[in-house]
């Protein structure tokens, strides 16, 4: 059965990018646009892994990471961040909050390849 | 002379050149990127003005194609593909039987075509990994990576250790890029921790020379993956009975699993599993089963290691007889 992932991106672009990589790697993809959004599905049904943006209107990337670690329910769930926020504090900071990996856009199938490997998920 | 024509030849031309200048094969790519690509490397060679195919098959015949300029072009067609940790249970049992040494004071490694040095560098994360665990550090035991590449630029891109975003994804996990890398000022850009740079060094050097004076001749592996298969076979099969004389007796060359299944089946006689504990990922080739040459003219290579300067125009020599192709 294939592992499902919740790509989470207020833009449009990048969500299509992802799924098509995903895909092509046998996730069955979601999707969100914001926090709050990629929240609810979560509540419903944790997927195996969320693939985040930091910087989304309603509710950000960090807050959402937050608030799904502090769920019984989402603490497995396998958050791989992936956003323009690059500087070295931020990445500290994303990984603390509780993400397994960290993407700096951009990224291509290499680079998703590499770190969803990482993580255990290919 | 048509379009198509000129093609051919040039085809034909830079085949010659690339196996003459480094073993290396043209790669498979079209009329229009091969012309394009050779007139950047005419457009970036000092003054040269842009070239019309014709004037860029005359160059390439001619004599005119000049030593420098031979560099260049052998430069544009040499692959510079790379990763952290490329074929990472290389860098697995690496670190589990050669980089955890108990009875050695060095470990010593050449990376034979490590690119812009990411192969080198995840070797010296992986030590420094292990060593953090072990604490062998105290013992004074140490790592001694040695990083050739045929490309100047590559070297001199290596030899700082800067990457941008885009490199240090491909294969670094965010741990080891924040332990062993530091963010430089302005953003998109990292550079290795010196104590990681501090155990490899940088040289240009081509596979068909004789390997430098300074490299120590019992190494205990030579990495060259992904390499081999861009190399003219009869070429690439003296590349390795050259690099397998560098080794010590328990040493290991390491290859990309389908170069070792090339080549491994004539030049390595006994699964390399019966020469460890625990089988080693495919690509690795133990020294000790090596067959071809004999041990004699093994011996005899290591002698005079030095005495061929240049394998693309040698088929045989009478000091080097089992270099002769099959």
Same mark, same amino acid.
């Given at each position: 059965?294939?592992?499902?992932?919740?790509?989470? #991106?207020?833009?449009?672009?990048?969500?299509?990018?992802?799924?098509?990589?995903?895909?092509?790697?046998?996730?069955?993809?979601?999707?969100?646009?914001?926090?709050?959004?990629?929240? #609810?599905?979560?509540?419903?049904?944790?997927?195996?892994?969320?693939?985040? #943006?930091?910087?989304?209107?309603?509710?950000?990337?960090?807050?959402?990471?937050?608030?799904?670690?502090?769920?019984?329910?989402?603490?497995?769930?396998?958050?791989?961040?992936? *956003? *323009?926020? *690059?500087?070295?504090?931020?990445?500290?900071?994303?990984?603390?909050?509780?993400?397994?990996?960290?993407?700096?856009?951009?990224? #291509?199938?290499?680079?998703?390849?590499?770190?969803?490997?990482?993580?255990?998920?290919? | 002379?048509?379009?198509?024509?000129?093609?051919?030849?040039? $085809?034909?031309?830079?085949?010659?050149?690339?196996?003459?200048?480094?073993?290396?094969?043209?790669?498979?790519?079209?009329?229009?990127?091969?012309?394009?690509?050779?007139?950047?490397?005419?457009?970036?060679? $000092?003054?040269?003005?842009?070239?019309?195919?014709?004037?860029?098959?005359?160059?390439?015949?001619?004599? $005119?194609?000049?030593?420098?300029?031979?560099? !260049?072009?052998?430069?544009?067609?040499?692959?510079?593909?790379?990763?952290?940790?490329?074929?990472?249970?290389?860098?697995?049992?690496?670190?589990?039987?050669?980089?955890?040494?108990?009875?050695?004071?060095?470990?010593?490694?050449?990376?034979?075509?490590?690119?812009?040095?990411?192969?080198?560098?995840?070797?010296?994360?992986?030590?420094?990994?292990?060593?953090?665990?072990?604490?062998?550090?105290?013992?004074?035991?140490?790592?001694?990576?040695?990083?050739?590449?045929?490309?100047?630029?590559?070297?001199?891109?290596?030899?700082?250790?800067?990457?941008?975003?885009?490199?240090?994804?491909?294969?670094?996990?965010?741990?080891?890029?924040?332990?062993?890398? +530091?963010?430089?000022?302005?953003?998109?850009?990292?550079?290795?921790?010196?104590? !990681?740079?501090?155990?490899?060094?940088?040289?240009?050097?081509?596979?068909?020379?004789?390997?430098?004076?300074?490299?120590?001749?019992?190494?205990?592996?030579?990495?060259?993956?992904?390499?081999?298969?861009?190399?003219?076979?009869?070429?690439?099969?003296?590349?390795?009975?050259?690099?397998?004389?560098?080794?010590?007796?328990?040493?290991?060359?390491?290859?990309?699993?389908?170069?070792?299944?090339?080549?491994?089946?004539?030049?390595?006689?006994?699964?390399?599993?019966?020469?460890? +504990?625990?089988?080693?990922?495919?690509?690795?080739?133990?020294?000790?089963?090596?067959?071809?040459?004999?041990?004699?003219?093994?011996?005899?290579?290591?002698?005079?290691?030095?005495?061929?300067?240049?394998?693309?125009?040698?088929?045989?020599?009478? $000091?080097?007889?089992?270099?002769?192709?099959?």
């Amino acid at each position: 059965m294939a592992k499902s992932c919740l790509v989470v #991106d207020d833009s449009k672009i990048v969500r299509v990018m992802a799924r098509k990589i995903l895909e092509g790697l046998g996730f069955e993809v979601f999707d969100a646009e914001n926090g709050q959004e990629a929240f #609810d599905f979560c509540m419903k049904s944790p997927p195996a892994c969320v693939l985040l #943006d930091w910087n989304m209107p309603v509710m950000n990337g960090l807050d959402f990471l937050k608030k799904l670690r502090s769920e019984a329910s989402g603490k497995s769930v396998k958050v791989i961040f992936c *956003t *323009t926020q *690059t500087d070295a504090e931020s990445v500290k900071q994303g990984m603390s909050a509780g993400a397994d990996e960290y993407i700096m856009k951009p990224f #291509d199938e290499g680079v998703i390849k590499s770190k969803f490997s990482e993580v255990g998920l290919i | 002379m048509s379009g198509t024509q000129d093609a051919v030849r040039l $085809r034909e031309a830079l085949t010659i050149v690339l196996k003459e200048s480094a073993g290396l094969l043209l790669p498979p790519i079209e009329d229009s990127v091969l012309v394009a690509r050779l007139r950047a490397a005419c457009t970036s060679f $000092r003054d040269r003005p842009r070239l019309t195919p014709y004037e860029l098959l005359s160059f390439a015949q001619g004599e $005119r194609f000049e030593p420098a300029f031979r560099n !260049l072009v052998v430069e544009i067609f040499s692959d510079k593909k790379t990763a952290f940790f490329r074929n990472k249970e290389t860098f697995a049992y690496l670190g589990d039987n050669l980089l955890s040494l108990k009875t050695k004071k060095t470990a010593t490694i050449w990376c034979a075509a490590c690119s812009t040095g990411q192969e080198a560098l995840s070797l010296g994360i992986t030590w420094r990994k292990r060593m953090a665990d072990s604490a062998q550090e105290e013992t004074g035991t140490r790592l001694a990576v040695y990083a050739s590449d045929l490309s100047a630029r590559a070297i001199k891109t290596a030899r700082t250790g800067h990457y941008n975003n885009f490199d240090v994804q491909h294969g670094l996990n965010v741990h080891d890029l924040l332990g062993f890398f +530091d963010e430089q000022q302005g953003g998109g850009f990292w550079k290795a921790k010196d104590t !990681l740079l501090a155990h490899t060094t940088f040289f240009q050097h081509n596979l068909l020379r004789s390997p430098p004076s300074f490299l120590p001749r019992r190494l205990d592996a030579i990495l060259l993956p992904h390499t081999l298969q861009n190399f003219d076979a009869s070429i690439a099969e003296r590349v390795i009975v050259r690099l397998v004389s560098l080794l010590a007796p328990e040493g290991w060359l390491v290859l990309a699993p389908s170069e070792a299944e090339q080549y491994g089946e004539r030049l390595f006689s006994q699964p390399v599993e019966n020469f460890s +504990d625990r089988a080693p990922p495919k690509g690795m080739l133990s020294r000790r089963a090596f067959v071809y040459p004999d041990r004699d003219a093994l011996a005899a290579l290591q002698r005079s290691r030095e005495g061929t300067q240049d394998m693309s125009r040698q088929t045989s020599s009478p $000091r080097e007889p089992w270099m002769q192709t099959s």
